[in-house]
């Protein structure tokens, strides 16, 4: 008999994630607020893509922003509804971006977050859902399919389009 070898069996319990986030490191400074907000849309894409995998929803954004001598800012925005919809977390992501961004600040990292997890089948109702929402969370669950089948570079929102001259950015898990 040896001391400190177990033969018994690992058990793992798979865990559902308490956050989602993805941010990037920049090869040159970005002074550009266009070319940060497309940065934003294609973190977020990436970030609500894995939320939706996870069937998931959010109820806090955060977006934090490094400057090339190293300031960190960081701001998050707490939602008035559960959400995995791309177009209203980008919505807020972009907002929080446009309170911390200052013209002429040299932006060497971007990153998004989702906090504040819920289990999909956990939403509570609301009177207040918009159809339009509803429309949105048809295309994004569509485009995740397509995703899934054809590959994660396979579709790309528009506003994704430039990205790949600045970064390269991979939704890859």
């Known amino acids: 008999m040896l001391i400190g070898i177990d033969e018994s069996e690992v058990v793992y319990i ?22 940060l907000e497309e940065i934003v849309l294609a973190l ?3 970030v609500t893509y894995r939320l939706r995998k996870n069937e998931l929803l959010t109820s806090t954004v955060n977006v934090q922003l490094r400057t090339s001598d190293f300031k960190d800012f960081s701001h998050q925005k707490k939602l008035n ?3 995995s919809n791309t177009k209203e977390i980008y919505t807020c992501a972009k ?41 949105q969370d ?8 397509l995703k ?4 994660y570079d396979f579709i790309t929102r528009a506003g994704n ?9 991979r939704g890859k898990e």
């Open 138 to 145: 048809k295309l994004d669950n569509t485009i995740d399919k």
């Open 95 to 135: 907002e929080l971006l446009d309170e911390m961004f200052k013209p002429g600040m040299a932006i060497r990292l971007v990153g998004v977050r989702v906090d504040n997890l819920t289990e999909k089948n956990e939403k509570q109702l609301s009177l207040f859902d918009t159809k339009s929402s509803e429309k």
């Open 81 to 83: 509804s559960l959400l």
């Open 161 to 169: 389009l430039n990205v790949d001259d600045i970064v390269k950015i």
């Open 148 to 151: 899934d089948k054809y590959g």
């Open 14 to 35: 798979h865990e559902k994630p308490k956050s989602i986030g993805n941010s990037v490191t920049l090869p040159q400074d970005i002074r550009e607020k266009q070319k």
């Open 44 to 46: 977020t894409e990436q």
